[in-house]
């Protein structure tokens, strides 16, 4: 396998996530969407430490890993108290602040 | 008195400061305190001032003296460094001398909303920037000074002036904040071109902006010259001084023009023309032909107006017309009148705004058609406004034709220029200027007269005639008698002045060889 | 004296103070101060004229004058000329050069010294009794002494620049004077036409002023003079300097074309008028004439014939100021009128070549021209403050000293024969024969012609036939009639110092310069031109005489400005002054304070002010736009357009109308991968 | 490998560490609601202690393989953060504590994104730099939508999350493609590669890194979370947001550019030339728009923001460290003066119950104190002199006319340009507070001003107008930090 390959992988990921993060209503989902961005990245970091046999790439996927888990966590409880406040998980709903 | 070498201009500066802080920690109800301490500190300052003239070294007149030059911010290269020589003394003084004025003046004329603690304080803050730039001997130094005033004004405009005070204060703000904006990046431009890398003015002035390629340099000038331009106010830039007489309370009327007015004018003189000669050269027919369109053009406008302020207010204008064609000249003859008469403007225009806002104080109206019988109704006031209508229209034996005589004199031979305007030919050129400022002495004569007549002359207004008007209080003539002889005593013996000053304006005008 | 001649005018400067601050608690309510003040000042003007006088007969043969001429000024005028006596102290300076104000003292200088001082004391013993009771008496004494101070500055000026000092400080005086009543609102209105016409003048003394500064390299007058003499002088700088000069005498001497504040000027006081035009203000101009005369001598080229802007502005002068008079119902503007077309004939005198004539004219003109305006105050303070001649009449009688007196002073005015006008007119005349210019000749002649007949009509309207006014009439009292008594005998014999046939010539003696002066030749005393002149005089006072005696039986002239056109509109055009004042005031003045200046104020708030105004609102325009529609709606829009073009792209895209947060997040994807392409463009190569 | 781990280089972070965990327990084992905001107080303040003893011992401390770094610049800059977080501080006492909100949590996550911050400002490579930037932005995810029963509040939240994981998505990938090119995360190494011939792609890479500091500098095109996210949070908070977060981003900003890309100029230079110009054009005519206090201070933070880009975006041409250190310069100041204004705006809401400036009307009168400072410090943000902003914007133009190029003169008069616009907005402001009548109907309740507040608004007063008379204070800062130690 070249590197290219893996590289594309991860680019399409990465623009999967990001038409996922623009076109889903549901918070839960533009979570997930954002999940596949950090993991394309993953992706990348990965691929070029195996091909360079530089291990900080690993090492930066690892961090990457358990900061996305910090992140949706957080995601997860905003969209949750949206859920309760505005008794929908659409993004569409949440528009007061403007102007 | 070694020490006081050291310090006065330290002190001259920041006593106010100190009355400032003092005033700022009185509380609002009492009153006398805060008025009385105002008036020590401005007294104080006043008296630094004369210790400053008696121990001046006048026949050392072009040399700085009372040099402080401290650190202040080595990052940048700029210093503590202030220093007074022939022509940064009489502005000097002036300044101090109107505060001091202004504040006796202010003593039972308190403008609504009834405030002094505020009032007080923004007078001893504008002291503070007045001072400090007609002594600050470093480009940084002097932006900054330069730009203390303005807050002061600013607010001394918007909350105690007229009916469209929010717009004067603003316009006033926002064009001295353009012009300075392009005047501290001409500083900047200075300090980067000039290969000293300095802002210390004596040394850039010998430098004299050698190095600087000649389009650069008039460039960097078109910057200090708008920003100076503004404050002068030169034509066209002069639109928002207007509009901040008309509206700013009386005594704020009397700072602007007593000494605000010649913060640009001292900047020309100063930093533009001694650090840029050859942009000056280039530039000055064009300076002389707004200084003389402003001549004609302000007093015409004054001849429009209705509302006697405004009229003042024009014919500052019309009056700066005067100091900066003798600055344009770039002769010592010109300079010397400019100096001459921004001193001389100093106290004949702050005199009749002070006038002028004692009659509104009384008559509760500017509107000139609806005074009239100044004189019967009250006499001594109608008298000095006589006096200083005369004095403003440069009435040889007054202080005011020394400032505009010998300018109108030295534009007949002006400093070898780069070019001329009318087919080149630069001593057509300011002879041009010559006749129409001596034509612009006519039309002074006639909107003063006229506006001396509206006002004083003629019968009281049917609606006046049964109003008491009380001639001048005891706080005004306090305020007005030290300006009334000095009028006159600049008028009679002019070389007090010019016997200051000569020395150092030679320094500026041996460069253009004049 | 002659070194402390700045005794002279300070003595009325200090008394001007002194009234200012303690008048009204002074005995006499400032009076006696103003009156103390000027004649100790005539005492030393006198006492600096005998100096003077025992000084130029003492020159012969001595040098002792050398010393006192400063400044470099060497003599022009041969080893025994007499100097000048010149004093001076620093003034002010510029660079190393400083600039001294001073007193230059010569011939010129103590006569007009003497002069001023003598009409001033005159005049405000007058003015004790006839403003007695005026609300602003003491006002009235400090600003007559400062008049009195001012003038006395200008003619004691070393240089111009105290010269233009003192020239200012006369017109201002004036203004105060003229204006002395304000509340009516037509005083003030002359005071401040005065003014500004001379000041319009001025712009000619200031720049004539600059221009003789930087020719000659001094203020200074003896340094101008021998320069203007001294042969290399720039004859076309001279000639800039004399135009401009001129255009100040025009100015302040009332001469045509700025003649016509004069008449105005008649709204102030009397005793003011006398002073005015006998000694302080108008004849300012002359005196200016005759002290630069090298400049406007060799500036004009006097002397070579023919015709130079000087002397024709006299000439012009003398006639149209003398018609003027014919039509005048107030005396005081009749004299107004005469005074105008008297100082033309200096004017002209000095535009002749004829200069010790025209300074001879100068003094005795100063003398009876005060007599009569002194009169004609005595005239009206007795009958009911009129100076209307139809209301007079009659008064022969009843005022005995006033009338003869102004008799004296119209028959000098007039020239007649052995009267101080004689004397001077006469000289005028033949001088200007002698140098050539017969036209100022014929019209000097004409001149005389119709003063003689116009002030016969005056002494006839006012003083014969019947009083018809509806007061009681009375002699004056002594503080009025003495003045006029002095005045009339110095009327009388004034003409005797230049008196040629009798071998006085004291003006050309004692009064003309003798060092840095144009060589000038005077003619000798002509027997026939001066018959000739007196005998037109008489014939204009007969004919006239007769005309006012007879008028009822000439019919021919009766209603003859109604009957023809002609006679009409000449009249008319004399009526209305040559419409000169609907020019100044109605086009000129009016003009620059109505129509020009309303625009230009039109300008400034309109254009100028428009275009910091426009950026203003234009700046806060483009705010609004940046927020409300590319912050607000292309941020926004743009995002909805890349929807719609998306929605195109695929059905499943229908839903994207999402909330803000995911449009501000396809801005933000749109704009990394816009300008990420850019970027990777930019840097491909 | 087993490295020596230099603990005094790492004890500010100890005691910030400890102090969290102590606010934690606190909260958890008292009922006294004011001690967790004590125990952060002192905790904030005894982290300034190592601060000192490191800037005494002035040693330069590099660890992990130059991951980590002491240097001066980031003592300067941990010391500016701890003071930044001490102020936040008082600003939050009384506002969190009258508000029915869990107040332990509160600090703790406060104290965490300040924890980020001063490692940040000892970061060297791209993980820690990528780790503290989170660490610094994760807990204001939260704070910003601290009031949780408000709906406005849950929206700030929302957005700012959104936009914020949106583009350290972003980031990480350029980050990605940097590692990738350079081989190594530590910046050291990629300046040496950025030093040599450098493919079209590294600049992209570079354009998708700077898109993460841009958003935590709120720099346009990536500010549109900042006013909702400014208006939605509590104000303290939003004051936090304002300085500390994106003084934050700045400071990871200035480390990576000057560290890293700084040989590869065409890959930065023009996308901070276009940020900058943008930030500040479009904040200050934004500003000039709204009409309330905080939203308008959004958009004057996110113009300032635009002017302290600049001395960046021209970095490349200056001479010596000028750049940089206006950078820093400005930060300090903008820190003081923003934080005041804030606290300001705090102090005039208890009074006004209002963010709408038109309520401000005439609270001169009424209020002077406040007033007097509140004008202090909106006219420092236009950079009048003596206030401290004028020194900010000298040393900005100062970089520009040292650069000296066409671009920079540009960017210099498009800054000129905008100063003067910007004293529109704030003289607005000041306007209404002296110049208007006080509103008929506007009641003024007046309760007592907390000590915390009134403390934090005199202290940034007087640093304003002390900075302002004598900017040495600052300029020094600014020197030490790119001294080399």
Sequence with gaps: MQLNEFLILAAFLFCTGAYGVLARRNGVLVLMSIELMLNAVNINLVAFSAFTKNVSGQIFALFIITIAAAEVGVGLAIVLLIYRNLHSPDLDEVDQLKG | ?514 | MLENAWIIPTLPAVAFVAIVFFGKRSPGKGAFVGIAAVGASFVASCVAAGQWIQRVDNATGKSEGLAAFTKGVVSAGGAHAVQPVTESITWWQNGSIKFGVGTFVDGLTVMMVVVVTLISLLVQIYSTAYMRGDRRYTWYFAALSLFTASMLTLVVASNTIQLLVGWELVGVCSFMLIGHWWEEPANSRAAIKAFLTTRTGDIGLMIGIIILFFTVGSFGIGATNLYATSGHAQHAFLLAAAVCLLVAIIGKSGQFPLHTWLPDAMAGPTPVSALIHAATMVVAGVFLGARLYPVFFNGFSIGHGGVNAMALVGGVTIIIGAALAFVQTDIKKVLAYSTISQLGYMVMALGVGAWSAAVFHLFTHAFFKALLFLGAGSVSHAAGHSFDMREMGGLRKKMPITFWTFVIGSLALAGIFPLAGFWSKDEILVNAGKNGYTAFLVVGLIGAFLTAAYMTRVVYLTFFGEYRGHEHPHESERAITIPLVILGALSVGAGLVNAAPLGLEKIKDWVQPQVAFPHLNNAAFDYPKAILSVSIALAAIVIAGYYWLRRDELRAFRGLTERNALARSGYQFLVNKYYLDYLYEDIIVDGIRGAVARASYWVNQHVIDGVVNGLGSGSTRIARYTYDVIDQRVVDGAANGIALETDRAGAEVRGFQSGHVQRYALVLFGGVGLLSLALFLINIH | MNPHVDFHAFAPEIVLTVTIVAVLIADLFTDDSKLPARIAALGVLGSLVPVLTLAVDGQTRSLFGGAFVVDPFSLVLTGFFLVAGYVTLLLSFDYIGEGDYYQGEFYVLLLTSLLGMIVISSARDLISIFVALETITIPTFVLAGWRKHDTKSNEASLKYFLIGVLSSAVMLYGMSLVFGLANSTVLVDIHKYASGHTPALFAVAVFLTLVGFAFKVSAVPFHFWAPDTYEGAPTPVTAFLSVASKAGGFVALLTIVRLGFFPSGNSWQPILWVLAAASMTLGNLAALRQTNIVRMLAYSSIAQGGFILVPLAVAGDVRGNAAWQAVVIYILIYGAMNLGAFAAVIAAARRTRSAEISRLAGFGRTNPAIAVMFSVFLFSLAGIPPLAGWFAKFVMFRAVFDANTTVAVVLGVIAAVNSVIAFFYYSGVVRRLWFDEPAAGVELSSPRLPVGLSAAMGLMTAVILVVGVYPQFFARLGEIAFQRG
């Design chain 2, 1 to 514: 008195m070694h020490w006081f070498d050291d310090w006065a201009l330290t002190l001259a500066v920041f006593i106010p400061l100190v009355g400032l802080a003092a005033v700022l920690f009185i509380p609002r109800a009492h009153e006398q305190a805060i008025k009385t301490t105002a008036l020590v500190a401005s007294l104080a300052t006043l008296a630094v001032g004369v210790g400053i003239l008696a121990d001046f070294n006048y026949s050392q007149g072009g040399k700085l003296q009372f040099i402080v030059d401290k650190s202040w911010i080595p990052l940048i290269k700029a210093r503590y460094h202030m220093g007074v020589d022939g022509i940064s003394l009489p502005l000097l003084i002036l300044s101090m001398l109107m505060v001091v004025l202004c504040i006796i003046y202010s003593w039972n004329h308190f403008p609504e909303p009834h405030n002094p603690k505020a009032f007080l304080a923004l007078i001893l803050l504008l002291a503070v920037g007045m001072n400090g730039t007609f002594v600050a001997q470093d480009l940084i130094l002097f932006f900054v000074f330069f730009e203390i005033v303005l807050l002061p004004m600013f607010f001394m405009i918007g909350v105690w002036g007229g009916p469209n005070r929010q717009y004067a204060a603003i316009k006033f703000f926002l064009f001295t904040l353009f012009g300075s904006a392009l005047m501290l990046v001409s500083f900047l431009a200075i300090f980067f071109l000039s290969k000293h890398q300095t802002f210390q003015m004596p040394q850039l002035a010998q430098f004299g902006g050698s190095g600087i390629a000649s389009g650069t340099q008039a460039l960097v000038f078109g910057g200090l010259f708008l920003g100076f331009a503004i404050k002068v106010p030169m034509f066209p830039f002069h639109t928002w001084l207007p509009d901040a007489h008309t509206e700013a309370p009386t005594v704020g009327s009397v700072l602007l023009a007593a000494i605000l007015l010649k913060l640009g004018a001292y900047g020309f003189i100063r930093i533009a023309l001694p650090i840029l000669p050859a942009a000056a050269r280039a530039w000055a027919p064009w300076i002389g032909l707004l200084a003389v369109i402003a001549i004609i053009y302000g007093a015409l406008c004054c001849l429009a107006q209705r509302d006697m302020k405004r009229l003042i207010a024009f014919s500052s204008v019309s009056h700066m017309g005067f100091v900066m064609l003798g600055i344009a000249t770039l002769t010592s003859f010109g300079i010397n009148a400019a100096v001459f008469g921004m001193v001389a403007h100093g106290l004949i225009t702050g005199l009749l705004f002070f006038v002028a806002g004692s009659v509104q104080e009384r008559y509760k109206t500017r509107e000139m058609n609806r005074l009239g019988g100044l004189l019967t109704q009250a006499p001594k006031l109608g008298w000095i406004l006589g006096f200083t209508v005369m004095a403003s229209l440069g009435l040889p034996g007054l202080a005011g034709f020394w400032g505009e005589f010998p300018a109108i004199l030295s534009a007949y031979n002006p400093a070898k220029l780069t070019q001329g305007l009318f087919n080149g030919d630069q001593l057509l050129t300011f002879r041009v200027y010559l006749v129409v400022a001596a034509i612009g002495t006519v039309l002074a004569a006639g909107y003063l007269l006229w506006m001396l007549q509206r006002v004083a002359f003629g019968a009281v207004k049917a609606e006046f005639e049964n109003v008491h008007i009380h001639d001048v209080h005891v706080s005004e003539w306090i305020a007005w008698v030290p300006l009334l002889l000095l009028i006159v005593a600049l008028g009679i013996y002019p070389n007090l002045i010019f016997h200051i000053t000569h020395g150092a304006v030679s320094n500026v005008s041996k460069v253009f060889g004049g």
